[in-house]
């Protein structure tokens, strides 16, 4: 019961996942000059709502079980959590294509929308903290503390953020004006970005990384700082995305010295994970799930590094407004967001079926293509985001400008075509992936004709 | 009791744990919002005033239309930018934005001073079809504000009143005679008039700089 429950869900989440991964770059190239402005909404929402969160919601069910030593607290619960996330995901989508935007990045989903995600994120969170409340063994797994942040920063993010005055179902006008819109925008962004897309992720590199590589987290009281330090500091640092933008000084100020102070908790998670790869240096060799889980460590040491940097108030004035941006986004989107995810699924797909994964060959291709597709797409960011913020701000002797910007428009193309590249050879890895999953679970069928019961009874967490 | 034990309380007790969270969380955005909110209320300045009917509706089609994703409509203070597209921003300036649209991406150029810098006829044209009027661009076409009318869900007036709710100076009479103002005007009129709108403020002194 609890085995067929868990692996219900993460074959949908895993499902839900591939379509998006499959749908979403298609439509950006496909019609990219069509309607840019709602497909590209589409996107953002698609990758962080739809991939991201629903990733996170299969593993916390999976990883909560495992770590507290009992069966979900509601099953039925959680089973409406994932359907109905789904759902709202699929009526976003259709929503921003049909021109409902609030106009907040990330956070453009109309009232309607945004009351249904309030409901399921509840849900969630019961489900969640009820599964914790009646768990066996005493304490709570790190793991948990970040799932646990997870919920609880994004429901107060999203609450406030979101509110508004309804005017007609697909139009609203936000409580806050201006200036003070920008800054509750920015708490909410970037703390969507790092509580979701980073502190979630790290919930789940905290149990499958000791998982797979057998080993207990290295420094028990590393995480323990990490943890606060990075749920304390993070909130800070929105105001870096309104450098030299009309609000006050001070604010901004804050916001740069937090997103530098940042970088300690960051990398401190980074050393508490790869001392405890390091214990288990031979399984790196061999196991795919691990290759992927360490992959993604270094691209989120990277782009925690860079995150920083761009903070600076100095480096932030070339690097605001260009595709530099879109390239820190994406080496955390694709190099740790998407990879550690491929990890976890790599992990979790035979486990869940009971058998072996049909390919080991096909996996380590999947490997190369995404490292080779991520790497382009970062560099031929920086190329572009550096050039662009450079030009953009070049003046001659007489202090005229040097180009125009129509001009310097004109020269990305060699840099967007690149990026089309990387895109499509980080997705052709991800295809491979998808067939080789298919494969193996179809493998499954035919090979075994009595399904061995799986074990019920609770496996040891990997606590320090 | 070293920390290691006073953590170890917080471990197992989950609501110790979610409270701490919530608390820690917290303070980082009370510190920053809570100021906005009570102290330093942003006057509008001398020459803002809310947007009219068709500026309005103006500023709802480019919200749906995601034009934000590639324009910003904030000149930070810096030489080489405030040469490109003239003064800075003023906070004063976007009181009436609901939600501010300053924007994160550069594709295309900052907006915010675009108001007069063409005609409406130029605007018209390089709406309907970019590369018409600059051979090289990348921005999308949108062909359908030609043929749909700006008011079609015939809620402006709606639109006014839940701004007058939220403290935007309309008049009574001016939300009732809204849907008049528009009558006609297609939603490519409409973004016209809202583009023409976005211009320097002449009453801001350029050397207060961004705030
Ligand atoms: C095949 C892989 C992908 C491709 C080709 C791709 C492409 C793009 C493009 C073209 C943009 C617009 C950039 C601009 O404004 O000029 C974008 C934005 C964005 N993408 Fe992706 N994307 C991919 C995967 C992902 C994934 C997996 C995530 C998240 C988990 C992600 C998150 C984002 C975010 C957050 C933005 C907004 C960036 C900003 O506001 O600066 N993307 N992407």
């Known amino acids: 019961m609890i085995f067929s429950l868990i692996w219900s869900i993460l074959g949908m989440a895993a499902g839900v996942y591939i379509a998006l991964e499959l749908v979403i770059p298609t439509i950006d190239f496909g019609q990219e000059w069509l309607s840019y402005g709602r497909l590209r909404t589409l996107h953002t929402n698609a990758v962080i709502f739809g991939f991201g969160v629903t990733a996170l919601m299969g593993t916390a069910f999976y990883s909560v079980q495992r770590t507290c030593h009992v069966e979900l607290f509601s099953p039925r619960l959680a089973w409406f959590c994932i359907i109905a996330w789904q759902f709202t995901v699929l009526a976003g989508g259709i929503s921003l294509l049909a021109g409902w935007n609030a106009g907040k990045e990330y956070a453009e989903l109309e009232w309607p929308i945004d009351i249904l995600i309030a409901v399921i994120w509840v849900c969630f969170g019961v489900v969640f903290f009820g599964t914790i409340a009646k768990r066996k063994v005493k304490p709570i797994y790190v793991s948990n503390w970040f799932y646990g942040a997870l919920i609880i920063v994004i429901a107060m993010l999203h609450i406030v953020n979101s509110l508004a005055i309804p005017v007609t179902i697909s139009k609203s006008y936000s409580l806050f004006a201006g200036a003070q819109d920008a800054v509750v925008q920015w708490w909410y962004g970037h703390n969507a970005v790092g509580f979701l897309l980073t502190g979630g992720f790290l919930g789940m590199l905290y149990y499958f990384l000791p998982k797979q590589a057998d080993r207990p987290i290295w420094s028990y009281r590393l995480s323990i700082i990490a943890f606060w330090a990075f749920t304390y500091s993070y909130i800070w640092a929105g105001p870096h995305h309104l450098h030299y933008n009309a609000i006050p000084d001070w604010v901004q100020t804050l ?135 450079l030009l953009w701000l070049a003046l001659g002797d007489l202090g005229e400008l040097s180009y125009g910007f129509r001009e310097i428009m004109a020269s990305m193309q060699p840099y967007y075509i690149l990026r089309v590249i990387a895109g499509l050879v980080f997705l052709s890895g991800a295809v491979i992936m998808i067939y080789n999953f298919f494969r193996t679970i179809a493998g499954r069928k035919t090979a075994t004709v009595q399904i061995p019961a799986p074990s019920t009874a609770p496996q040891q967490p990997v606590t320090a | 009791m070293n920390a290691i034990d006073i953590h170890r309380k917080l471990e ?200």
């Open chain 1, 255 to 389: 916001g740069m010295v937090m997103s530098i102070i940042l970088l300690a908790p960051s990398w401190a998670t980074m050393v508490n994970a790869v001392m405890t790869v390091s214990g288990a240096p031979q399984k790196l060799k061999t196991d795919h799930s691990l290759k992927f889980i360490v992959l993604a460590l270094a691209f989120y040491g990277l782009a925690t590094f860079e995150g920083p940097m761009m903070a600076i108030k100095s480096v932030n004035a070339v690097s605001h407004f260009t595709d530099w941006t879109v390239g820190h986004v994406h080496s955390g989107a694709l190099g740790w967001n998407a990879l550690i995810t491929f990890g976890t699924f790599y992990f979790l797909v035979p486990r869940l079926f009971n058998t072996q994964l049909y390919s080991k060959r096909l996996a380590d291709i999947h490997f190369w293509l995404a490292i080779s597709g991520t790497m382009l797409y970062v560099l031929s960011m920086w190329g572009a985001g550096i050039s662009q913020g």
């Open chain 2, 12 to 211: 197992e007790n989950a609501g110790l744990l979610i409270f701490g969270i919530l608390f820690v969380s917290a303070i980082g955005g009370l510190v920053q919002i809570l100021p906005s909110i009570f102290q330093e209320t942003v006057e509008p300045t001398a020459e803002t005033r809310p947007y009219t009917a068709a500026e309005l509706l103006g500023r709802d089609i480019y919200i749906r239309e995601g034009c934000s994703t590639c324009h910003s409509q904030q000149v930070r203070p810096l030489l080489a930018e405030v040469i490109r597209y003239e003064a800075p921003a003023h906070a004063g300036e976007s009181v009436y934005d609901r939600p501010f649209l300053w924007g994160s991406k550069r594709t295309g150029p900052d907006l915010s001073r675009v108001g007069e810098k063409y005609t409406d006829e130029w605007q018209r044209i390089h709406l309907v079809n970019p590369r018409a009027v600059v051979p090289k661009s990348i921005m999308p076409a949108y062909p359908w504000l030609e043929r749909r009318k700006a008011n079609s869900g015939n809620d402006v007036h709606l639109r006014m009143k839940a701004l007058q709710r939220l403290g935007h100076p309309y008049t009574d009479e001016e939300i009732t005679r809204a849907a008049a103002d528009v009558a006609g005007m297609t939603e490519l009129d409409a973004i016209v008039a809202y583009l023409q709108s976005l211009k320097i403020d002449t009453s801001v002194d350029p050397s207060e700089g961004g705030h």
